[in-house]
């Protein structure tokens, strides 16, 4: 639910990291807090536990600029992947305006990618929203590790709508940008 | 927004003005030093009165989770809502409360008040932004909503590339 504010003439769009636990969501939002200007970014909040695990979400605004006289934000927020947090994980998709799957790519993750994606599914319907309605990118992440499952297994099951994916080391920040950027674009269009 | 899709919405000056005068007159009338209006999914509507010198958008975001998580407890104990919210500091304090389950409105203050008058100006505020707001989103998209200038995409995407680059 992007909030167009013609008083203030400001945009602000709201981005959502979601997949399994421990997939570098957080990882994700943390290179992007570290590369950007700091005068284009807030601060980025976690809430997580004392292991470092998000508990809620962790929020970092991004500062587009003014663009044709409107200041255009990004919000990006991850949930927590743990399956038991599903309570936290839907409140805060709602109003998403784009959401990006940070998947596992781990051969022994795939049935977690799997539920997640079944649970963003169910967790948007239930605010009567349509993923394939939605900006949405996929990023295939850890591609570095050793025991990962081919990027074409892992389209076959995650990714049948064919949406852009992206193959990703959020720990070293290949890929990061990209999935970024494409999803952010795809917002700017929904709005134009 | 694409059908499917989370609903955009929008106001105009007028409702701008409008929700600031209701705002203004609670400070005045409950001697508290600051409002904002905050939406459900975490974005800050406006402030008025003292200009907050924290990260305005993080409070937005936190406000929100607060209100979120609080609903829920309601539900867990067969409570369909808390509607309002007190947090006590030693020195500042905030009360949040609801506005038509689409807007939180929080209060700062100080000593310079009590709990029960803030409590009870923000009840008539919270009656008038209900109406205020109950028109913004029963009116159509377009009317206080001019699209976006043409190339504002392109305009948009260009910076887009330039900001997110290694």
């Not at chain 1, 993923?131 to 295939?140: A, D, H």
């Not at chain 2, 009590?114 to 009317?143: H, P, Q, S, Y």
Request: hydrophobic letters at 40%; proline letters at 4%.
């Amino acid at each position: 639910m992007s909030m167009i504010n013609y008083a203030s003439r400001e945009i602000n769009c709201k981005i959502v990291y979601y997949g399994p636990g421990l997939g570098g969501k957080t990882t994700n939002l943390e290179y992007i807090y570290n590369k950007v200007a700091p005068t284009t970014r807030g601060k980025l909040i976690s809430l997580a536990t004392e292991t470092e695990r998000t508990l809620f979400f962790d929020f970092l605004p991004v500062d587009l600029g003014t663009i044709r006289g409107f200041k255009t934000r990004f919000h990006l927020y991850t949930v927590p992947g743990q399956v038991y947090y599903n309570a936290s994980r839907k409140l805060i998709l709602k109003g998403v305006d784009g959401v990006v799957f940070v998947a596992d790519s781990q051969v022994e993750r795939l049935d977690a990618n799997i539920e997640s994606m079944h649970n963003l599914y169910e967790n948007l319907a239930e605010y009567g929203y349509d993923l394939r309605q939605i900006p949405f990118v996929i990023q295939y992440n850890k591609r570095d590790l050793p025991n990962v499952s081919p990027v074409e297994e892992l389209e076959r099951h995650l990714n049948p709508d064919r949406v852009p994916s992206y193959e990703g080391v959020a720990t070293k920040g290949i890929g990061v940008f990209d999935t970024l950027k494409a999803v952010a674009k795809l917002v700017i269009k929904s709005l134009g | 927004m694409t059908a499917g899709g989370a609903p955009s919405w929008s106001f105009g000056p007028s409702d701008s003005q409008r929700i600031e005068e209701i705002l203004n007159n609670l400070l005045y009338e409950s001697n508290a030093r600051c409002a904002l209006l905050v939406d459900r999914t975490g974005q800050l509507v406006t402030t008025v009165g003292e200009q907050p010198s924290f990260d305005s958008a993080a409070f937005a975001s936190l406000t929100a989770a607060d209100f979120s998580a609080n609903d829920q407890l309601a539900s867990l104990i067969g409570e369909e809502e808390f509607s309002s919210l007190f947090h006590q500091g030693r020195t500042e304090s905030m009360y949040l409360a609801d506005v038509g389950k689409r807007l939180i409105l929080v209060v700062l203050f100080n000593q310079q008040t009590t709990l029960g008058l803030v409590r009870i100006k923000i009840k008539d505020a919270v009656a008038g932004l209900n109406k205020a707001f109950e028109e913004v989103f029963g009116r159509g998209e377009d009317e206080e909503s001019p699209a976006l200038e043409r190339g504002f995409v392109d305009e948009a995407e260009d910076e887009i590339d330039r900001l997110f680059r290694e």
